[in-house]
């Protein structure tokens, strides 16, 4: 008998498919490869992050065809982007959003059977295969978020202000409050193949109660 592919658009969609109008959610503990990067997400930089994220994710994926198997293993789609954004010290005085100020964390999630050891052969792989990817600032890390609220945003990235407010008043509404200025994006389009009106990104942020 064989097992059927997890999906996580279909087992998880409290997490990553949340509707338009903002929840409260509690973030489980997660397994991430992750990168920090500073400066506008325009740039090459962001991009080559990018590139280096899904070239490990990919890595751990296909292992069974390289003849490994994990110990755990499962077939699953590989996960989505995400970024966690904050302004550096001097973007945050300024009255207005300048996006060479930012300060990102960008990572994508693994399945709960990835080790460091699979992690370091992710790595060595990658390194043989793609050179020019920087695979040695990749941190392979354990994250919980806890409680949050969340919301759907559809629409180009600079149109998120929109979101964050309906969610500002959700928390408003409900006695919570925006537990630090910092937030999660999870990007469920791909930005290459999506026109900028039907993009469709998670918001996130942390809160407490009251």
Known sequence: MTMSKFEWRKELKELYLPGKNPVIIDVPEMKFFSLSGRGNPN????????????????????????GIIPEGYFEYTVFPLEGHWDLDEEGRKLDYLDKDHFVYKLMIRQPDFVTEELFEYAVQSVKEKKPHLNVEEVEFETMTEGLCVQAMHI???????????????????????????????????????????KLKTVLRFKVAEG
Do not use: W
């Open 43 to 66: 740039g090459e930089e962001f991009q080559q992050h990018v590139e280096t994220l899904y070239a490990l994710a990919y890595a751990i994926r296909m292992m069974p065809k390289k």
């Open 155 to 197: 629409g180009s990235y600079d149109d998120e202000p929109k979101t964050f407010e309906l969610m500002e008043q959700f928390c408003a509404e409900n006695n919570l409050k925006r537990a630090e200025k910092t937030h999660r994006e999870i990007y469920i389009s791909d930005v290459r193949k999506t026109a900028p009106e």
